[in-house]
């Protein structure tokens, strides 16, 4: 008989593979602890009390007291829980990495020095848990492992703004692989790949561009920075170093800005950047491909306008601040604070015509979706409000000047027709507001009103003969609006009077005396002071009552209650020699 060796058994058995869904497990994580608003502080703060209680759970800590570093080695790993270890580590030093890129005023050279060193910490695990991944995972978990490990490569590259062949190649080989496993698995995993992959598309098209062997535009590098996710975090804040780099050097020819004749030189470089910034993103809303934008995208690019002029006025204050008794710096100063804000009331302006514009767009939108609320033509009288007040404000604005241009008094006068214009716009909706309340008298006064104030402003539109076509065209459709609602509340109203005794006398017979509604705050009893017809208003809908049968009980008042608590306690002088002694005889004591 053979007997067998029991080492050669051991040696003879196959050593388990372990399975880890990197994308999946790393992506979950992200999104629960920061990741989905970008904060990476809270990211590295889970990642540092995960990894404790991993070293715990794992009894792998580097001794009490005097740190005793302990390897983690091939044979080291013998559950997958050293390989989340591993993990962890690395996504420890990358998000401390990002946490030092967003910083408000970017990293200094000192952080930036700090920043790489995390981020080279993160290669280095990185790499560690592809190689352990390759020996001790199965093979999709070694795929994933490279992926990860390319990409951090890729990060590190990409931050040094050095050998970008290297970089490339290392977020294309990531690419690679998550196409490939974006094939396989369930939905969830193949969706992951599909949105690591698109990740992953701006990085390797900067780098191209950056080698040469592409041809990309700034607009173009501008819209792909528009897109979201953690792994185009670092390529957002590495294309807004570059974007700032590229104003920084073009606003040393912005030396002057101009404004209705006026030349106002800027001295500041840091208000040249602003003003250059807030220009750039004003092309975007006055070019070509302004009409193709959506609204909210719009309303996005003009946010980002109002804090470069925003800024550009601190600046400029700063500046008045510090000029000390010059008066012709003073004055060259109020003057560039003065068209600037000038510039930004224009923008203003815009923007609130663009609400109008969305608003009106829903003002008669059929409601299929249950979330999407209808326009009120209350928040259109609230929007042209607010454009009359920027209008005033810019008028006055425009008109403070002492030796006005020729140019200052033209914008003075179109500032007065845009005011007529929007004077016309909100007198109409609010005479829907006022037909949409039943009140026909009212809204037919005021449709005839803004009838009135459009044809007006319309003539004097015409009378300039280059006048704004998009305002004359709105105003050509205003009238025709006001017209045919005009002739549409004269018919109601007449209607309604010829039905007014009908009506009248069918809401007298529903008078109860008290009535099944319990909704009403009031009966008719209780307000006889108050006027305001219950049956003849067409905006009553509801029955009115009379008073409350039976009354209810009320508090009258009633004699008092006396209580006499001193009679209990007084001592009364006896009476016995007042009172009459009967006599009796001797017959009676015998009964007795």
Same mark, same amino acid.
């Given at each position: 008989?053979?007997?067998?060796?029991?080492?050669?058994?051991?040696?003879?058995?196959?050593?388990?593979?372990f399975?880890?869904?990197?994308?999946?497990l790393?992506k979950?994580a992200?999104?629960?602890?920061?990741?989905?608003?970008g904060?990476?502080?809270?990211?590295?703060?889970?990642?540092?009390?995960?990894l404790?209680?991993?070293?715990?759970?794992?009894?792998?800590?580097?001794?009490r007291?005097?740190?005793?570093?302990?390897?983690?080695?091939?044979?080291?790993?013998t559950?997958?829980?050293?390989?989340?270890?591993?993990?962890?580590?690395a996504?420890r030093?990358?998000?401390?990495?990002?946490?030092?890129?967003?910083l408000?005023?970017g990293?200094?050279?000192r952080?930036?020095?700090?920043?790489?060193?995390?981020?080279?910490?993160?290669?280095k695990?990185?790499t560690?848990?592809?190689?352990?991944?390759?020996?001790?995972?199965?093979?999709?978990?070694?795929?994933e492992?490279?992926?990860?490990?390319?990409?951090m490569?890729?990060?590190?590259?990409?931050?040094?703004?050095?050998?970008?062949?290297?970089?490339?190649?290392n977020?294309?080989?990531?690419?690679?692989?998550?196409?490939?496993l974006?094939?396989?698995? @369930?939905?969830?995993?193949?969706?992951?790949?599909?949105?690591?992959?698109e990740?992953?598309?701006?990085?390797i098209?900067?780098?191209l561009?950056?080698?040469?062997?592409?041809n990309?535009?700034?607009?173009?590098?501008?819209?792909?920075?528009?897109?979201?996710?953690?792994?185009l975090?670092?390529?957002?804040?590495?294309l807004?170093?570059?974007?700032a780099?590229?104003?920084?050097?073009?606003?040393?020819?912005?030396?002057?800005?101009?404004?209705?004749?006026?030349?106002?030189?800027?001295?500041?470089?840091?208000?040249?950047?602003?003003?250059?910034?807030?220009?750039?993103?004003?092309?975007?809303?006055h070019?070509?491909?302004?009409d193709?934008?959506?609204?909210?995208?719009k309303?996005?690019?003009?946010?980002?306008?109002?804090?470069?002029?925003h800024?550009?006025?601190?600046?400029?204050?700063?500046?008045?601040v510090?000029?000390?008794?010059?008066e012709?710096?003073?004055?060259?100063?109020?003057?560039?604070?003065?068209?600037?804000?000038?510039?930004?009331?224009?923008?203003?302006i815009?923007?609130?015509?663009l609400l109008?514009?969305?608003?009106k767009?829903?003002l008669t939108?059929?409601?299929?979706?249950?979330?999407e609320?209808?326009?009120k033509?209350?928040?259109?009288?609230?929007?042209?409000?607010l454009?009359?007040?920027n209008?005033?404000?810019?008028?006055?604005?425009?008109?403070?000047?002492?030796?006005?241009?020729?140019?200052?008094i033209a914008?003075?006068e179109?500032?007065?027709?845009?005011?007529?214009?929007f004077?016309?716009q909100?007198?109409?909706?609010?005479?829907?507001?006022?037909?949409?309340?039943?009140m026909?008298?009212?809204?037919?006064?005021?449709?005839?009103r803004?009838?009135?104030?459009?044809?007006?402003a319309?003539?004097?539109?015409?009378?300039?003969?280059?006048?704004d076509?998009?305002?004359?065209?709105e105003?050509?459709?205003?009238?025709?609006e006001?017209?045919s609602?005009?002739?549409?509340?004269?018919?109601t109203?007449?209607?309604?009077?010829?039905?007014?005794?009908?009506?009248?006398?069918k809401?007298i017979?529903?008078?109860?005396?008290?009535?099944?509604?319990?909704?009403?705050?009031?009966?008719?009893?209780?307000?006889?002071?108050?006027?305001?017809?219950?049956?003849?208003?067409?905006?009553?809908?509801?029955?009115?009552?009379i008073?409350?049968?039976?009354p209810?009980?009320?508090?009258?008042?009633?004699?008092?209650?006396?209580?006499?608590?001193?009679y209990?306690?007084?001592?009364?002088?006896?009476l016995?020699?007042?009172?009459?002694? @009967?006599?009796?005889?001797?017959?009676?004591?015998?009964?007795?």
């Amino acid at each position: 008989m053979e007997i067998d060796d029991p080492k050669s058994n051991s040696s003879d058995q196959i050593t388990p593979k372990f399975s880890i869904n990197v994308l999946q497990l790393l992506k979950s994580a992200q999104m629960q602890h920061g990741l989905r608003h970008g904060d990476y502080t809270r990211y590295r703060r889970y990642c540092t009390a995960r990894l404790r209680r991993l070293y715990k759970s794992l009894k792998f800590t580097h001794g009490r007291g005097k740190y005793n570093r302990r390897l983690l080695t091939e044979s080291t790993v013998t559950e997958v829980r050293f390989l989340h270890l591993v993990l962890y580590t690395a996504e420890r030093a990358w998000s401390h990495a990002m946490e030092k890129r967003q910083l408000p005023d970017g990293p200094n050279a000192r952080q930036r020095i700090y920043l790489i060193g995390r981020l080279r910490k993160a290669v280095k695990w990185a790499t560690l848990f592809a190689q352990l991944c390759a020996t001790k995972g199965d093979s999709r978990t070694s795929l994933e492992a490279e992926a990860y490990a390319s990409f951090m490569k890729g990060n590190l590259l990409f931050e040094q703004d050095q050998n970008w062949e290297i970089a490339l190649k290392n977020f294309k080989s990531a690419r690679a692989v998550y196409e490939e496993l974006g094939k396989y698995g @369930d939905l969830e995993n193949q969706v992951l790949c599909r949105e690591r992959v698109e990740e992953l598309e701006p990085s390797i098209r900067y780098c191209l561009h950056k080698i040469g062997e592409s041809n990309l535009q700034a607009s173009e590098l501008l819209n792909i920075g528009e897109m979201e996710g953690p792994a185009l975090d670092l390529f957002k804040a590495k294309l807004e170093a570059v974007m700032a780099e590229t104003r920084s050097q073009q606003a040393a020819s912005l030396t002057e800005f101009h404004w209705l004749g006026h030349r106002f030189p800027i001295s500041n470089a840091k208000t040249r950047v602003a003003i250059l910034k807030a220009q750039d993103l004003e092309k975007d809303l006055h070019g070509p491909t302004a009409d193709s934008l959506p609204g909210e995208k719009k309303l996005a690019i003009f946010d980002k306008v109002f804090t470069a002029y925003h800024e550009a006025r601190s600046f400029i204050r700063s500046d008045l601040v510090s000029a000390g008794s010059s008066e012709s710096a003073k004055d060259d100063l109020n003057g560039l604070d003065k068209a600037v804000g000038a510039v930004l009331g224009q923008r203003t302006i815009e923007r609130n015509q663009l609400l109008v514009s969305i608003a009106k767009s829903k003002l008669t939108r059929q409601r299929d979706d249950k979330n999407e609320k209808a326009t009120k033509p209350e928040e259109l009288v609230r929007l042209y409000d607010l454009l009359l007040q920027n209008t005033s404000d810019l008028s006055d604005l425009v008109s403070s000047g002492r030796d006005r241009k020729p140019e200052e008094i033209a914008f003075a006068e179109d500032c007065e027709l845009k005011s007529l214009a929007f004077r016309a716009q909100r007198c109409f909706f609010l005479g829907k507001s006022y037909s949409m309340a039943g009140m026909r008298a009212e809204a037919y006064t005021l449709y005839c009103r803004a009838r009135s104030l459009a044809e007006d402003a319309l003539k004097k539109y015409q009378a300039t003969g280059d006048g704004d076509q998009i305002m004359i065209k709105e105003l050509k459709t205003l009238c025709e609006e006001c017209r045919s609602n005009i002739c549409i509340e004269h018919a109601t109203g007449i209607m309604e009077e010829l039905k007014a005794p009908e009506n009248l006398s069918k809401k007298i017979s529903n008078i109860s005396l008290t009535g099944d509604d319990k909704k009403l705050e009031k009966y008719l009893l209780e307000k006889l002071e108050s006027y305001g017809s219950a049956v003849g208003d067409p905006t009553v809908k509801s029955v009115p009552r009379i008073e409350a049968f039976p009354p209810a009980f009320q508090a009258i008042p009633r004699n008092p209650i006396v209580l006499d608590l001193a009679y209990n306690f007084i001592d009364f002088p006896s009476l016995d020699n007042r009172m009459k002694k @009967d006599k009796k005889g001797f017959i009676s004591r015998l009964w007795r």
